[in-house]
């Protein structure tokens, strides 16, 4: 006889597909309506299943054999699609379409009409709650709130970002900034050293530097400076025996999220595993960092006592614990009774899930921007040259120490340096696809394309950042790609696009050849049109530290580029006494497979996850002193 417990696993996985068929059919039905193209797809990309088993295989299946019919379907189960087929599969289905699976409808834009319709309508497409769980760890905050509950958390976390902030962000990274150079170039400042872990270092510096400039935390670097990575708590009247250093405990619970998420505290620690109990160890050494400072920072507001730099925490703990203190049950009775939250002041939680969104926000986009930039600029010596020039005429002989956020600022975000910064968010925005929903109240009717469209309410959106960004109804190409042959070079990083004069409109294109080769301030970069450009995403939850990061990008190119320049390292494939034996002939085809290398890496080995990073491999590189360079001269036009 068959027993109950084969009965049940036999038609476990019947339950599974006919519910899967039935709850594809009702999504088809639903896409039918909309009045948006569709691509139906057998498994959702982000079911969890499918992403523990088949995201490999399917990545490995696409490659392996693009042009079969049944690729077309696979590719967009991949989560990485976007990101290896940019603008491609808008090309073929449009610029916005519906993927349509037995989980849901997921629509993705790359029109900038449409885009500029859903972040101005906050309330019809809201951010998808269930995607920032592990973001509201530590408290509500202003990441992921919605309503008038955000708009509360937006007003009082804003100020800290204002204008004259940004000062003390430049000179942060400036101290920051020349630590990392000492270890990248050693002792004598002659260079030569192979950096492997370059995004493990961006991330040390923009955390650091939001540490600095946002928390009035000053960390150093280990190996550089005699007091690196410190352990000694963040309040005077702490007695707490810290075993790990502030950075490293931040690093360590990132790095650990959706473990620490998941598994209770006390499991974690008395856990068999070496990573589950160092999880723990980071998270309670990281609660611990943040109760000192929220301990000094609420000394300081009662006391009315000034603190230095930005402060976010204190801007935060001085608006709930200045003139009055409200307990959290307090806060609650603030709530109107149709759910509208009337607010005074931040709950002690939400102060701390601020803090830890704006570290979190604040320091994995900037550090994966400056690891894509430092590769790209190494693929591409002439722009490295050509942002050298601009670097020189900007700062001529002037010492770092006598840069000025007020003196310099407009000529470099209006030069080569801004032109770097804005090609590179331009061709690897961190966020690739920044993540909206419809609202579950109801459907929404979108225009799009001069008609009415129905977006089914609870639909996952997709602001597809990357292939909107190489859309060529809104980007000007400089011509023939050099990198593929293609028509276009919109997936390249071509800086000198920025010197285009606007053309978006049907206007001649031409390239202001003077300015883009450097020694002109050209007053402005190319502006692109309304929706089309989107790194920082836009409308009014737009990023509250856009200037933040573009400052600290913007003075770490600057300077590095001002006495060095940036080359592939190329160690596994010959010695430094090889390459000394050289001729430019053999130089050039030696770095050539340099480059076809880390172009492989950057595009197989990029996974997205909050953004995207390279991650299943890395990309060697070297500074070099300038005019000691070993290949990228001979590359010059
Ligand atoms: C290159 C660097 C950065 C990029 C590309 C970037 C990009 C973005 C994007 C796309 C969003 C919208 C996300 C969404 O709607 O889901 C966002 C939001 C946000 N970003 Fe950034 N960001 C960067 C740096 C920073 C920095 C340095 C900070 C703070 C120090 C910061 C703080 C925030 C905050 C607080 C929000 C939420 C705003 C709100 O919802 O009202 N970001 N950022």
């Given at each position: 006889?068959v027993?109950?417990?084969?009965?049940?696993?036999?038609?476990l996985p019947a339950?599974y597909?006919?519910?899967?068929?039935?709850?594809?059919?009702r999504?088809?039905q639903?896409?039918?309506?909309?009045?948006l193209p569709y691509?139906?797809?057998?498994?959702?990309a982000?079911?969890p299943?499918?992403?523990?088993?088949?995201r490999?295989?399917g990545?490995?299946f696409?490659?392996?054999?693009?042009?079969?019919?049944?690729?077309?379907?696979?590719l967009?189960?991949?989560?990485?699609?976007?990101?290896?087929?940019g603008f491609?599969?808008f090309a073929?289905?449009?610029?916005?379409?519906?993927t349509?699976?037995?989980?849901?409808?997921?629509?993705?834009?790359?029109?900038?009409?449409?885009?500029t319709?859903i972040?101005a309508?906050?309330?019809?497409?809201p951010k998808?709650?269930?995607?920032?769980?592990?973001v509201?760890m530590?408290?509500r905050?202003?990441?992921t709130t919605?309503?008038?509950?955000?708009k509360?958390?937006?007003?009082v976390?804003?100020?800290s970002?204002g204008?004259?902030?940004n000062?003390?962000?430049?000179r942060?990274t400036i101290?920051?900034?020349?630590m990392?150079?000492?270890?990248?170039?050693?002792?004598?400042?002659?260079?030569?050293?192979t950096?492997?872990?370059v995004?493990e270092?961006t991330?040390?510096?923009s955390l650091h530097?939001?540490s600095g400039?946002g928390?009035?935390v000053?960390?150093?670097?280990?190996?550089v400076?005699?007091?690196?990575?410190?352990i000694?708590p963040?309040?005077?009247?702490?007695?707490?025996?810290?075993?790990l250093?502030f950075k490293d405990?931040?690093?360590?619970?990132?790095h650990n999220?959706l473990?620490?998420?998941v598994?209770p505290?006390w499991?974690?620690?008395?856990?068999p595993?070496?990573?589950a109990?160092k999880?723990a160890?980071?998270?309670?050494e990281?609660?611990?960092?943040m109760?000192e400072?929220?301990?000094?920072?609420?000394?300081?507001?009662?006391?009315?006592?000034?603190?230095d730099?930005?402060?976010i925490m204190g801007?935060?703990v001085k608006n709930?614990?200045?003139?009055?203190?409200?307990?959290?049950?307090?806060?609650?009775?603030?709530?109107?009774?149709?759910?509208?939250v009337?607010?005074?002041?931040l709950?002690?939680?939400?102060?701390l899930?601020?803090?830890?969104?704006?570290l979190?926000?604040?320091?994995e986009?900037?550090?994966?921007?400056l690891?894509?930039?430092l590769i790209?600029?190494?693929?591409?010596p002439?722009?490295?040259?050509?942002?050298?020039?601009?670097?020189d005429r900007i700062?001529g002989?002037?010492?770092?120490?006598e840069?000025?956020?007020?003196?310099?600022?407009t000529?470099m975000?209006?030069?080569?340096?801004?032109a770097?910064?804005?090609?590179?968010l331009?061709v690897?925005?961190?966020?690739?696809?920044?993540?909206k929903q419809?609202s579950?109240?109801?459907?929404?009717?979108?225009?799009y394309?001069?008609?009415?469209t129905?977006w089914p309410?609870?639909?996952v959106?997709?602001l597809?950042a990357?292939?909107?960004?190489?859309?060529?109804?809104?980007?000007p190409?400089t011509?023939?790609s050099?990198?593929?042959g293609?028509?276009?070079?919109?997936?390249?990083f071509?800086p000198?696009?920025?010197?285009i004069?606007n053309n978006?409109?049907?206007?001649e294109?031409?390239?202001?050849?003077?300015?883009?080769?450097?020694?002109?301030?050209?007053?402005r970069l190319?502006?692109p049109l309304?929706?089309?450009?989107?790194?920082?995403?836009?409308g009014?939850?737009?990023c509250?530290?856009?200037r933040?990061?573009?400052?600290e990008?913007?003075?770490l190119?600057?300077?590095i580029?001002k006495?060095?320049?940036?080359?592939?390292?190329?160690?596994?494939?010959?010695?430094?006494e090889?390459?000394?034996?050289m001729d430019?002939?053999e130089?050039i085809a030696?770095?050539?497979q340099?480059?076809v290398?880390a172009r492989?890496?950057?595009?197989?080995?990029s996974?997205?996850?909050?953004?995207?990073r390279?991650?299943?491999?890395?990309?060697?590189?070297?500074?070099?002193?300038?005019?000691k360079?070993?290949f990228?001269?001979l590359f010059?036009?």
């Open positions: 006889m027993s109950a417990v084969t009965v049940f696993f036999l038609a339950y597909i006919a519910s899967s068929a039935i709850g594809l059919w999504n088809i639903i896409a039918k309506r909309s009045g691509r139906v797809i057998p498994v959702y982000f079911n299943i499918w992403l523990l088993t088949g490999k295989f990545t490995w696409v490659t392996a054999y693009p042009n079969l019919w049944i690729s077309k379907y696979i967009l189960m991949v989560p990485e699609w976007a990101w290896r087929y491609e599969p073929e289905y449009g610029d916005v379409f519906m349509v699976s037995p989980v849901n409808c997921h629509i993705y834009i790359a029109d900038r009409e449409v885009i319709q972040t309508r906050r309330d019809d497409f998808p709650a269930w995607m920032y769980r592990t509201n530590f408290g905050n202003v990441v919605e309503g008038s509950e955000w509360f958390h937006r007003k976390t804003s100020p970002f204008e004259k902030n000062a003390l962000v430049f942060e101290r920051q900034g020349g990392m150079l000492r270890k990248w170039t050693g002792e004598s400042g002659n260079a030569g050293i950096i492997k872990d995004l270092d991330m040390r510096l530097v939001i400039a928390f009035g000053k960390l150093q670097w280990p190996g400076t005699e007091d690196g990575d410190l000694r963040l309040s005077k009247e702490s007695t707490h025996r810290h075993t250093s405990a931040l690093a360590g619970l990132l999220l473990v620490v998420l598994f505290k499991f974690l620690a008395n856990a595993f070496k990573w109990r999880a160890e980071a998270s309670t990281y609660q611990t960092y109760n400072l929220f301990v000094e920072k609420r000394k300081q507001a009662m006391t009315g006592e000034k603190a730099g930005m402060d801007a935060l709930s614990y200045g003139p009055e203190t409200l307990s959290d049950e307090k806060q609650k009775q603030a709530t109107t009774p149709n759910g509208d009337e607010r005074q002041a709950t002690d939680s939400e102060i899930g601020n803090a830890f969104v704006f979190l926000a604040g320091h986009t900037s550090a994966g921007s690891h894509y930039v790209l600029l190494a693929l591409h002439d722009s490295q040259r050509h942002m050298q020039k601009d670097i700062f002989d002037r010492p770092v120490d840069w000025d956020y007020n003196k310099d600022i000529a975000q209006t030069s080569m340096l801004g770097v910064m804005q090609e590179e331009r690897v925005p961190p966020v690739v696809n920044i993540p419809v579950d109240d109801s459907d929404q009717v979108v225009m394309q001069g008609k009415q129905v309410k609870g639909a959106i997709s597809s990357l292939a909107l960004q190489r859309n060529p109804k809104y980007w190409s011509g023939p050099k990198v593929t293609e028509d276009n070079d919109l997936a390249d071509v000198e696009r920025w010197f004069k978006v409109n049907g206007e294109a031409g390239i202001d050849a003077s300015a883009a080769a450097a020694g002109k301030d050209t007053g190319f502006y309304k929706g089309s450009y989107i790194p920082f995403s836009d009014p939850r737009s509250l530290g856009k933040f990061a573009q400052v990008i913007m003075i190119l600057a300077m580029f006495n060095y320049s940036v080359e592939l390292a190329v160690d596994e494939a010959a010695d430094d090889a390459v000394e034996k430019d002939k130089r030696l770095y050539e340099q480059r290398t492989s890496t950057m595009k197989n080995c996974e997205i996850g909050i953004t995207i390279i991650k299943n491999g890395y990309v060697p590189i070297r500074l070099v002193p300038r005019g360079e070993r990228i001269h010059e036009h």
